[in-house]
Each structure stands twice: as C-alpha cells, then as structure tokens.
C-alpha cells in the first residue's frame, strides 16, 4: 500500500519494479515511500537487498525501471542534466582525481556547476581536511576520501543528498563530527537520503528509517519507534554477590516488592540498573531474519 504524498514529499516513490536485463526476478518490486523535506531517510538492509538500485534511479543513473518517481517536485523522467544542479552524491567508493590534491578536486568539481558553490576550504575545514587541503589524494587514507567525498557532495549546496556509508572509515570523534554535518544541512532544509550499515549513524540521524528485504520495504518507522516495538520491558541488573560481578535482565515480573531483583537492590548488591530497550541492530536481525 503506497504511503500518502503531500507537496512538501522531495521524494516520492509508488510501485517501482526494477529487474535487470537477463535477471530471472525483479531486483526492486512493488516499492512505495516517500521523503519530506528535511527529513534524514535512511535506507536499511542486507547486502543485495535492492538498496543501491533504488540509489541508482533516485541518481538517475539507472532509468529502466517501471512505476512512478517524483523527486523535487518533478516526474524524475522530466529532469534532465540540471537535475545535478539540485542534488549532491556521495557514495562509499568516491569519484576522485588521485593525482591533484584535496583543493584541486574541489576546485574541478565546482567548475562542473553552473549555480553557486560553497568555499572549498570551508568544506575542508567542516570535515576536518584542512590540513590535508594541499595533499595529494594519492596518499589519502579511505577515511580521508570518505570525508572529501562529502565535501565534494555539499559544494553546490543541494537541496537532495544522496550519501552512502558517510562514515565509513572513521574513527569515532571523525564519525560523530560527519554525523553533526550531515544533520546541520537538514536543519538548513535539506533532504538527506542515507544508506548505511552503521546502526549508530542510523540511530543518531535518521529521522525514520526503512528496512528493506529482498526487494521491498518491509518496514517504515522512527528509529524510536523501532526500538520500542521490537524491544521487551525490563531491567538490566549488574550486581555483586561474594565478590563475583553478575549481569542479568529482569521481567516486568520481577520489579514490584518483594521480588528478587528488589532484595539485590535493598542488599546493596546492585551497582547498576538500566531498562532494557532494542538496539537497533536487534531490529535489524529481527526484520531482515523474518523476511529473508
């Protein structure tokens, strides 16, 4: 059942089918969602589950498909090359010039837009590449051309973003710093269309997430949401009884009066409480195992 669409949708998708030339099934079948502006989609999965078809038609590097597409306001057929001028792309294997530095390539990939451009250092310094601006890309690391990537993805300032394990690559302080840019240009009104299987990138930017399995969408909801539904109340105990660190989680059951976990606590024996929600990876495992 496709998802209701609204004029503030930057992207709406109803029935799409994709199969490849020679392919005995379709590779994307059925497929309704839609993207408001401002929202961070992400688009989860296992590998070979239709994710990166579905990328490809949204880039319009793939146009042999069947059902309907609108993206920023258009049939995404009736967009032709200055549909560019509009969106920025960053996948996980860059488009790159090895043997130019950090500011070269921006600078060619800015002489390729006809609008305005962002300040290529100012890119730089946003994904902390500054002090590789004169670097070669031949010496570059893959977390190096991952952040470039990025950069390279904001420099027309688009109103659509389509991005591709931004964090791969990086370290945790480099990963979170990625996140607070890809959530500052949402918050400026951009679209951001994210694939990943970083679930702590999911958790932290997605404003809802779509799981999809073997070609279709199998679920749409808040990350939030999602935690909660797959989720099972109760409470993680660590305690010590003897000298020996215990871990264990307790039901509903097991938290009024009387109960054992309220006996460790009166004892003194518990040195921490938590309740206990769903990962998202739990989500992940419990969504594509049901359905694969």
Same mark, same amino acid.
């Given at each position: 059942?496709?998802?209701? =669409?609204?004029?503030?949708?930057?992207?709406?998708?109803?029935?799409?089918?994709?199969?490849?030339?020679?392919?005995?099934g379709d590779?994307v079948?059925?497929?309704?969602?839609?993207? *408001?502006?401002?929202?961070?989609? $992400?688009?989860?999965?296992?590998?070979?589950?239709?994710?990166?078809t579905?990328?490809r038609?949204?880039?319009?590097?793939?146009?042999?498909y069947?059902?309907?597409?609108?993206?920023?306001?258009r049939?995404l057929?009736?967009?032709?090359?200055?549909?560019?001028?509009?969106?920025g792309v960053g996948?996980?294997?860059? #488009?790159?010039f090895?043997? &130019? =530095?950090?500011?070269?390539n %921006?600078?060619?990939? *800015?002489?390729?837009?006809r $609008?305005p451009?962002?300040d290529?250092?100012?890119?730089?310094?946003?994904?902390? %590449?500054? #002090?590789?601006?004169?670097?070669? &890309? !031949?010496t570059?690391?893959?977390?190096?051309?991952?952040?470039?990537?990025?950069?390279?993805?904001?420099? !027309?300032?688009?109103?659509?973003?389509?991005?591709?394990?931004?964090?791969?690559?990086?370290d945790? /302080?480099?990963?979170?710093?990625?996140?607070?840019? +890809?959530r500052?240009e949402?918050?400026?009104?951009a679209? /951001?269309?994210?694939?990943?299987?970083?679930?702590?990138? #999911?958790?932290?930017?997605?404003?809802?997430?779509?799981?999809?399995? $073997?070609?279709?969408?199998? *679920?749409?909801?808040?990350p939030?949401?999602f935690?909660?539904?797959?989720?099972?109340p109760?409470?993680?105990?660590?305690?010590t +009884?003897?000298?020996?660190?215990?871990r264990?989680?307790?039901?509903?059951e097991?938290? $009024?009066?009387?109960?054992?976990?309220?006996? %460790?606590?009166?004892?003194?024996? /518990?040195?921490?409480l938590?309740?206990?929600?769903?990962?998202?990876?739990? /989500?992940?495992?419990?969504?594509t195992?049901?359905? &694969?």
């Amino acid at each position: 059942m496709a998802e209701s =669409t609204t004029t503030d949708d930057v992207i709406s998708v109803a029935d799409l089918r994709v199969r490849y030339r020679g392919a005995s099934g379709d590779a994307v079948r059925q497929m309704d969602f839609t993207v *408001a502006q401002g929202e961070v989609f $992400g688009f989860l999965g296992p590998s070979g589950a239709g994710k990166s078809t579905v990328q490809r038609v949204l880039t319009r590097l793939l146009r042999s498909y069947d059902g309907h597409v609108r993206v920023l306001g258009r049939p995404l057929p009736a967009w032709g090359r200055d549909y560019y001028e509009h969106i920025g792309v960053g996948f996980e294997l860059p #488009a790159e010039f090895t043997r &130019l =530095t950090a500011s070269e390539n %921006l600078e060619v990939f *800015a002489s390729l837009y006809r $609008g305005p451009v962002a300040d290529p250092a100012e890119l730089l310094d946003r994904v902390d %590449l500054e #002090a590789a601006a004169h670097q070669r &890309l !031949n010496t570059f690391s893959k977390g190096m051309r991952m952040r470039l990537s990025l950069a390279r993805a904001l420099l !027309n300032r688009p109103r659509l973003l389509f991005l591709d394990e931004p964090t791969s690559g990086q370290d945790p /302080v480099r990963a979170a710093r990625l996140r607070e840019v +890809i959530r500052a240009e949402a918050d400026r009104g951009a679209t /951001v269309f994210l694939t990943t299987h970083d679930m702590r990138t #999911a958790q932290d930017l997605c404003d809802r997430l779509a799981f999809v399995v $073997g070609g279709r969408i199998a *679920a749409i909801d808040t990350p939030d949401g999602f935690r909660r539904r797959y989720g099972r109340p109760g409470v993680v105990a660590e305690y010590t +009884i003897g000298g020996r660190p215990f871990r264990r989680t307790f039901g509903l059951e097991d938290l $009024g009066a009387g109960g054992e976990l309220s006996e %460790l606590v009166t004892s003194g024996a /518990v040195t921490t409480l938590h309740t206990r929600e769903a990962t998202l990876d739990d /989500v992940f495992a419990a969504i594509t195992e049901v359905r &694969l």
